[in-house]
Structures are given as structure tokens and as C-alpha cells.
């Protein structure tokens, strides 16, 4: 079975072409880079770009896997959660397909395509813990079974990496030009740091949630009180700090959740997956404890539809099938 993926929740328009092994056969991503000069995401020129660019993106998916619409089973497209003028996008170009193409279309959550992402490249057995970690979540997702989900913690604020993306902000470090990703400068600028430099606050310690709005407040006042040459020079031991906070929570927070659950393995998924001290820091602490840990490659980690192709096999491959009527769900929850 193959299953053509689109994925426009957000900033990415993406299509790939996956089987019901998950095997990957194409995947195309184009990030965005109109939303620049805004230093954030802008939901209307989102939209615009998707309408601009799915259409070509899908035509390479195609092209890319080799294959034609005859050999197409199915199309999978997310339905939520997201913004929902993007999502429209994807949902309206996946039912006209759908439609003309005599396919059938199953709409797919976010989410649960994040949780997909590590079983492209590995088979993890079920039960298994994934911390997701992205630009608009922040969630400790117990997986019982494919299908079958139990929240065991969440951020109560900013997600993980909106707190990448507004301290890169308040830090001044965003490009003008290109594609935003607060995360990778931070993590790059943290490289030459000490991480023990400044003390800044964990969130809920204790908690099974997660909240990362005080230490943004707290990066905020400690800059402010900074003359600039000051500021300039302790650039790399302030982003070096903040990244050790963020580690810390995530890292003793999922550590605790293991004790809460009967876990087989451990899988890290999500854009701020790509943060190299984040994996290696959470690989540490799992595999001391003789579990299994999980993490997609860094295209897999980002918004991508091979992860959204891969759940509507998964789907698509046990009968289930949404009507034309299928409608985006910008709130949609997991479980
Ligand atoms: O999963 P994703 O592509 O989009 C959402 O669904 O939100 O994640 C994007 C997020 C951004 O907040 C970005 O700053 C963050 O992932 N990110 C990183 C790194 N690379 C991307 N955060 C920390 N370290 C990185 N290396
Ligand atoms: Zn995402």
C-alpha cells in the first residue's frame, strides 16, 4: 500500500509518499521563509504560501517516489490541531484529489504524527513513553498501544520550543531573512557556554507538567539588568543556561514518568528532538536504566508528511476512512 502524506498545520508544506511499512519513498518540505521579517509565524501569510506551494510539493512527492496517481492507495492529510487557515489548505487540496482521483482520504492528528516519526527508521515495542517537543507543544504521551493514548504530562504555558523561539527573540538573534528557527540559534550560541553559568528557574519541579513562561520572565529580567558590551559577551553562557533548564525539566520530568507507567522504551520526537544536548542528555538517563531510547533523524523531527503518510497507513491499512465532509480541527486533542 502507498499513501501520499500532506502535512500544512503550520509553517511547512509538505507532501511524501510512504507504504504501510513506513518506508519512506519521497519527502518534500518547503519552509517557508515569508514569515522572516515578522520574527514569528503569521497565520495569514502562512495560508497564502501553503496555496502557493502544496501543489508543486505534492507533484515532486510524486515524482520523487517514482510512481503516478494510479499507484496511489489512499491519501492521508493532517486535520489538526493547527492553524486553521493552513490546515484548510491541505484538507481542501487532499479532498479534490481525493475526489478526482477515486482515493480514499483519512485525516490524521499532529500528534499522533509526531508519535509516528519514530517508528519510520526504528520498530519500537509498545508500551512506550514519547516526549514530544515542538514549536506548539510540550506532552508526555504514553502509548499503549498504536491508536491508544495517555497524557502523563504537559506544559501548562509556553511549549519547549516557543520558549527556544522567544528568548532567541528577546535575545535579539533572529535573522531577518530565511527560515525562523529560535532553537537551532540558541542551541548553536549554547555550544559556547557554560551551562551552569546562571541559575535559571525549573518550572512545576515535582510536577508531572511541564511550564516554561517563568524562565522566559526570568532570561528577560537578568538581561534587562545587563549594560550592552556586558549583554554581547554573556551571550553564549545566557543561552548555554536557559538550554540547561529546559533540559533539566524535560529530562526529570520523563525520567519520573517512568516510574508512573509499565514502559518499554522511550522516544523523543518533535522540532526540539533536534537539540543535540537534549537527546544526549535523555539517551544518558534511559539507557542507564536499560530502556531503549528513540529519536528521528533531524528531517523526521520537524513538520514533515512522512510521519502524517505513516499514521494514515497505519489507518488506511485497517479500514478506516474519513468522508469528504472531513473538517479541520485547529483544537483537536489527542486523548
Ligand atoms: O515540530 P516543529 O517543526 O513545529 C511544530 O509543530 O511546532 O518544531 C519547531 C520548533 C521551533 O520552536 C524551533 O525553535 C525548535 O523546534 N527547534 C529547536 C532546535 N531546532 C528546532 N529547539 C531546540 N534546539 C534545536 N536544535
Ligand atoms: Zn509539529
Same mark, same amino acid.
Given at each position: 500500500?502507498?499513501?501520499?502524506?500532506?502535512?500544512?498545520?503550520?509553517?511547512?508544506?509538505? =507532501?511524501?509518499?510512504?507504504? @504501510?511499512?513506513? %518506508?519512506?519513498?519521497?519527502?518534500?518540505?518547503?519552509?517557508?521563509?515569508?514569515?522572516?521579517?515578522?520574527?514569528?509565524?503569521?497565520? /495569514?501569510?502562512?495560508?497564502?504560501?501553503?496555496?502557493?506551494?502544496?501543489?508543486?510539493?505534492? %507533484?515532486? =512527492? *510524486?515524482?520523487?517516489? &517514482?510512481?503516478?496517481?494510479?499507484?496511489?492507495?489512499?491519501?492521508?492529510?493532517?486535520? &489538526?490541531? +493547527?492553524?486553521? +487557515? $493552513?490546515?484548510?489548505?491541505?484538507?481542501?487540496?487532499?479532498?479534490?484529489?481525493?475526489?478526482?482521483?477515486?482515493?480514499?482520504?483519512?485525516?490524521?492528528?499532529?500528534? /499522533?504524527?509526531?508519535?509516528?516519526?519514530?517508528?519510520?527508521?526504528?520498530?519500537?515495542?509498545?508500551?512506550?513513553?514519547?516526549?514530544?517537543? $515542538?514549536?506548539?507543544?510540550?506532552?508526555?504521551?504514553?502509548?499503549?498501544?498504536?491508536?491508544?493514548?495517555?497524557?502523563?504530562?504537559?506544559?501548562?504555558?509556553?511549549?519547549?520550543?516557543?520558549?527556544?523561539?522567544?528568548?532567541?527573540?528577546?535575545?535579539?538573534? !533572529?535573522?531577518? /531573512? +530565511?527560515?525562523?528557527?529560535?532553537?537551532?540559534?540558541?542551541?548553536?550560541?549554547?555550544?559556547?557556554?557554560?551551562?551552569?553559568?546562571?541559575?535559571?528557574?525549573?518550572?512545576?519541579?515535582?510536577?508531572?507538567?511541564?511550564?516554561?513562561?517563568?524562565?522566559?520572565?526570568?532570561?528577560? #529580567?537578568?538581561?534587562?539588568?545587563?549594560?550592552?558590551? @556586558?549583554? /554581547?559577551?554573556?551571550?553564549?553562557?545566557?543561552?548555554?543556561?536557559?538550554?540547561?533548564?529546559?533540559?533539566?525539566?524535560?529530562?526529570?520530568?520523563?525520567?519520573? %514518568?517512568?516510574?508512573?507507567?509499565?514502559?518499554?522504551?522511550?522516544?523523543?520526537?518533535?522540532?526540539?528532538?533536534? #537539540?543535540?544536548?537534549?537527546?544526549?542528555?535523555?539517551?544518558?538517563?534511559?539507557?542507564?536504566?536499560?530502556?531503549?531510547?528513540?529519536?528521528?533523524?533531524?528531517?523526521?523531527?520537524?513538520?514533515?508528511?512522512?510521519?502524517? +503518510?505513516?499514521?494514515? =497507513?497505519?489507518?488506511?491499512?485497517?479500514?478506516?476512512?474519513?468522508? *469528504?465532509? !472531513?473538517?479541520?480541527?485547529?483544537? *483537536?486533542?489527542?486523548?
Amino acid at each position: 500500500m502507498l499513501v501520499l502524506g500532506v502535512e500544512t498545520s503550520c509553517d511547512e508544506t509538505a =507532501a511524501a509518499v510512504v507504504d @504501510e511499512q513506513f %518506508a519512506v519513498h519521497s519527502n518534500i518540505i518547503w519552509s517557508q521563509e515569508d514569515h522572516a521579517l515578522y520574527g514569528g509565524v503569521v497565520p /495569514e501569510l502562512a495560508s497564502r504560501a501553503h496555496i502557493r506551494y502544496l501543489v508543486p510539493v505534492v %507533484a515532486k =512527492a *510524486l515524482e520523487d517516489a &517514482g510512481v503516478d496517481w494510479r499507484a496511489i492507495d489512499g491519501i492521508a492529510t493532517t486535520r &489538526g490541531p +493547527g492553524l486553521v +487557515g $493552513s490546515l484548510i489548505v491541505g484538507l481542501s487540496l487532499a479532498k479534490g484529489l481525493a475526489l478526482a482521483q477515486k482515493k480514499p482520504l483519512v485525516g490524521v492528528h499532529h500528534l /499522533e504524527g509526531h508519535i509516528f516519526s519514530n517508528l519510520v527508521e526504528d520498530r519500537v515495542e509498545t508500551p512506550f513513553l514519547t516526549l514530544l517537543v $515542538s514549536g506548539g507543544h510540550t506532552e508526555l504521551i504514553l502509548v499503549e498501544e498504536l491508536g491508544t493514548y495517555k497524557m502523563l504530562g504537559r506544559t501548562r504555558d509556553d511549549a519547549a520550543g516557543e520558549a527556544f523561539d522567544k528568548v532567541a527573540k528577546l535575545l535579539d538573534l !533572529l535573522p531577518k /531573512e +530565511g527560515v525562523i528557527m529560535g532553537g537551532r540559534i540558541i542551541a548553536e550560541l549554547a555550544a559556547q557556554g557554560d551551562p551552569q553559568a546562571i541559575d535559571f528557574p525549573r518550572g512545576l519541579a515535582g510536577e508531572p507538567d511541564f511550564s516554561f513562561s517563568g524562565l522566559k520572565t526570568a532570561v528577560l #529580567n537578568y538581561v534587562r539588568g545587563l549594560a550592552s558590551p @556586558e549583554r /554581547e559577551r554573556q551571550l553564549p553562557d545566557i543561552a548555554a543556561s536557559f538550554q540547561e533548564a529546559v533540559v533539566d525539566a524535560l529530562v526529570v520530568k520523563t525520567v519520573a %514518568a517512568l516510574e508512573r507507567a509499565n514502559i518499554k522504551a522511550v522516544c523523543l520526537a518533535g522540532g526540539v528532538a533536534a #537539540n543535540q544536548r537534549l537527546r544526549q542528555r535523555l539517551r544518558d538517563e534511559i539507557e542507564s536504566r536499560d530502556l531503549p531510547f528513540y529519536c528521528p533523524s533531524h528531517a523526521l523531527c520537524t513538520d514533515n508528511a512522512v510521519m502524517i +503518510g505513516a499514521v494514515g =497507513a497505519f489507518y488506511l491499512n485497517r479500514g478506516v476512512r474519513d468522508g *469528504l465532509d !472531513l473538517d479541520a480541527a485547529p483544537r *483537536l486533542s489527542l486523548c
